[in-house]
C-alpha cells in the first residue's frame, strides 16, 4: 500500500510538471497555437500573429498618403474649398480629423476631435472622405488596419 501511495504521488508529481510545462508553451506560442507536448519551452517565439479584425495604433510600417506628405499638401492645397461662412467671420485654424484606414488603405469612420467650426469641419471631413487610398500600414508584412488623426489647417491668405 505504501509503495502504491508513493507510485501514485510520484505519478500525480510528474504529470503536474508536464502540466505546467504545456501551460507555459501556450502562453508563449498565443491563443490560437495548438496544444502539444512536443513543444519545447526553449523554443524561440513565433512571429506575432495579425489579427485582421483589429485596429492597431502602432504598427511596425506606418500607413503612408502616396507620395508622402508633400502629395498630401498638394492634395490639399488642390481640393480645399474655404467654406464662405468661416470667410465671412474670418475664422482660420486647424481641424483634426481621425479616422482609420482599412486593409486596402481606404478611410473608414472619420471623424472631428477637434476644430474650429463655422463649416471648415465639414470641409477638413470632405477631403478625408474624398481621399485617394493611402499605403496600408503593415505588421509581419501584411496590411492592417490601422488609426491615424491628420491636422488640416486653413488660411483664407494661402
Known amino acids: 500500500m505504501a ?7 510520484l505519478l500525480v508529481f ?5 502540466f ?5 508553451t501556450l502562453a508563449q506560442a498565443g491563443p490560437s497555437a495548438p496544444i502539444s507536448a512536443a513543444v519545447p519551452l526553449t523554443s524561440t517565439p513565433a512571429a506575432p500573429l495579425v489579427y485582421p479584425d483589429s485596429v492597431y495604433v502602432n504598427p511596425e510600417v506606418r500607413p503612408q498618403f502616396v507620395g508622402g506628405d ?10 480645399i474649398r474655404y467654406p464662405q461662412q468661416a ?15 482599412n486593409a486596402q488603405g481606404r478611410v473608414l469612420d472619420a471623424h472631428v476631435v477637434r ?19 493611402w499605403e496600408p500600414a503593415r505588421v509581419n508584412g501584411q496590411p492592417v488596419r490601422v488609426a ?6 486653413f488660411n483664407p491668405e494661402r
Request: some cysteine; charged content about 15%; glycine content about 10%.
Open 3 to 9: 509503495h502504491s501511495l508513493r507510485s501514485l504521488a
Open 14 to 18: 510528474i504529470t503536474s510538471l508536464g
Open 20 to 24: 505546467g510545462a504545456r501551460s507555459q
Open 70 to 79: 508633400k502629395a498630401f499638401g498638394a492634395y490639399l492645397s488642390k481640393s
Open 87 to 101: 470667410l465671412q467671420r474670418h475664422v482660420s485654424g486647424k481641424v483634426y480629423v481621425q479616422f482609420i484606414l
Open 115 to 133: 476644430g474650429p467650426g463655422n463649416g471648415l469641419d465639414d470641409e477638413a471631413l470632405r477631403l478625408v472622405w474624398l481621399m485617394p487610398a
Open 148 to 153: 491615424c488623426t491628420v491636422p488640416i489647417a
